[in-house]
């Protein structure tokens, strides 16, 4: 008792705003020069020891929080997280993304690509709900994945979120300033700055900056009262979208649907690729777990309640949107706006204009809020400098965390175009669902020190054979959309691995809400999200690469070593309790 009132009185004492070596390289391998050569000649050693080391749920809830020194305010409930999802979901992919995918890959089928990329969006839903539940802190996905695959896979996935969250943020500030562009009615491009740098970035966008830098001010104030102001600027938009879907199918000519399909199959999934983005932002939900009330009653209801009914809202907009117009001349920039000035509805365009930026603001609003409190347990980890893991004590919310994700977003945002960032942002999206969907199946069938050796090999080919017939298909359906020989050979296999799965015992049932139809449904989350990111271009997967080939270069540098040091930290005051615990009952002893 008296150990916990000298921490608090400590933590009391040390300032918020504090930037001391300590403060960002507290861990032993960076105190000397010479401690650091020396961790690096153990690089191979260590790198081995966090491959297969994995954290637990008790670790994550509890011992990692006091890195943040301070607690996040539980003052969420269902409602405000209902909100949440519409705010962090429905902004600049339904209505910039649309019209450009119409008119560039799949015709009037893109009502078929939201269709495609929803299920798929869903069927994450559920596994992160599951876990959401199970495992409420402010990690998300990382937490996750670093309990069930291990501290490397988590590493991968914590850098492709940081990507996620700094280049999505990025993208919608731009396409903010497209569409106040276009509510000023002047011309595209005209409140950027020209440059002769490199096309994709000779666009300077100072407005994107400073709309960033406003969301991010509201969002460290407070969470609550950044709720508060999502949910009107959420209900708003909402009418607008009701008004769009009410007003497009009251001017719709059913004619401007033929011809459905004029680039086939793949041209409606490789649409759906792109505008899975629209549905990104669901998994900031997960991450507001620490500030819920009831998560185990507020997450399912708040996640899959807003989730079901955007899908329906997306794919009733796609529909108004070719219906509205032929899809060889919808504007790829303001589809929505153009559209109904095409019907003679001039005034609407500037309804739609301002309904689109009320939606992308609550979308950086929620962002803010969500992609701080991923960072906060990615540095808790110590895979960034735990500076960034610091909660204030007055406002409850990570400031530090909150400034690393809106500076590196602004850069970003004041230099490259949309079309540079979208592609980037849906692969790194769907690579985290799909490691989502393996991490359940390993929840569900894996506990340490309890499921026996083979079944645990077992799990381990059935899941390999999952993953390889998904990745054969995606390739297959790349290579010949029109032919039939390859899926008759990795469909089969995917049912078998998942049959395979189906047939093992699961060794753990999820305490309040769960995933249903275990092994089936994240076994085909698996194999959507790997066809939709075999669906994207080449392009996009060099961009992934580098960034991937970058994350390495840091982990080898720094992220081992930190995580390393922590986790031996941890187990040697573990191994301290437990010898003054038997120290303490020897002394008591007879």
Known sequence: MGSNGEMSDEIQHKSYWRFSKQDFLPEESFQSWGNYRSA???????FKDRLISRSD????????????????????????????????????????????????????????????????????????????????????????????LGDFVAFITAGNILLESIVGSAAVARAWTSYFTNLLNRPSNSL??????????????????????????????STRKTSLINWIAT?????????????????????????????????????????????????????????????SRDIPIGLLGSMSIITVIYCLMALTLSMMQKYTE?????????????????????????????????????GALGQARYTTHIARAHMIPPWFALVHPKTGTP????????????????????????SLLSVSTLFIFMMMAVALL???????????????????????????????TSAYWGLNPNGWVGYAVTIPFWFLGTIGLSILPQQRKPKVWGVPLVPWLPSLSIATNI???????????????????????????????????????????????????????RNEGP
């Open 330 to 366: 919808i504007d790829k920039g303001a589809a929505y706006s153009v559209a109904f000035q095409s019907v003679g509805m001039n005034w609407a365009r500037y309804l739609v204009a301002l309904g689109a930026l009320k939606g992308m603001t609550t979308v950086l609003l929620v």
């Open 399 to 422: 400031i530090n965390a909150t400034l690393l994700i809106t500076i590196s977003s602004a850069l970003i945002a004041f230099f490259s175009s949309l079309d540079v960032l979208a």
């Open 192 to 221: 950027r700055i020209h440059t002769n740098l490199a096309a994709g970035f000779n666009l300077l966008d100072p407005i994107a900056v400073g709309v960033l830098v406003i969301a991010a001010t509201i969002a460290i104030i």
């Open 442 to 472: 390993v929840r569900r069938y894996y506990v340490r020190e309890i499921t026996p050796q083979t079944n645990l090999l077992k799990l381990v080919f059935f899941l390999l054979i999952i993953i390889a017939s998904s990745m054969g």
């Open 40 to 46: 690096l000649s153990q690089t191979c050693f260590r």
């Open 57 to 148: 749920d008790v670790s994550e809830i509890g011992e990692l929080r006091k890195q943040s020194e301070n607690e996040m305010k539980r003052c969420l409930t269902w409602w405000d997280l209902t909100w949440f999802g519409f705010g962090s979901v429905v902004g600049a992919g339904i209505f910039v993304l649309t019209g450009q995918e119409a008119h560039e890959h799949a015709g009037p089928a893109i009502v078929l690509s939201y269709v495609a990329s929803g299920l798929s969006a869903m069927l994450s839903v559920f596994c992160y709900t599951e876990f959401a539940v199970e495992i409420p802190v402010a990690g998300g996905s990382f937490a996750y994945l670093r309990i069930e």
């Open 531 to 585: 066809f939709l990111m075999g669906s994207l271009g080449a392009e996009a997967f060099e961009r992934f690469g580098i960034c991937t080939v970058v994350m390495l270069i840091y982990y080898v540098f720094f992220g081992l070593h930190a995580t390393y040091d922590m986790a031996h930290l941890h187990r040697k005051a573990q191994a301290k309790e437990v010898n003054n615990g038997d120290m303490i009952g």
């Open 235 to 295: 209900a708003l938009n909402t009418a607008v979208i009701l008004f769009v879907i009410i007003a497009g199918f009251a001017h719709a000519n059913p004619s401007n649907l033929k011809p459905f399909l004029p680039f086939g199959a793949k041209g409606v999934f490789q649409a759906a690729a792109i505008v899975y983005f629209a549905y990104g932002g669901f998994d900031n939900i997960a991450t507001m777990a620490e500030e819920t009330k009831n998560p």
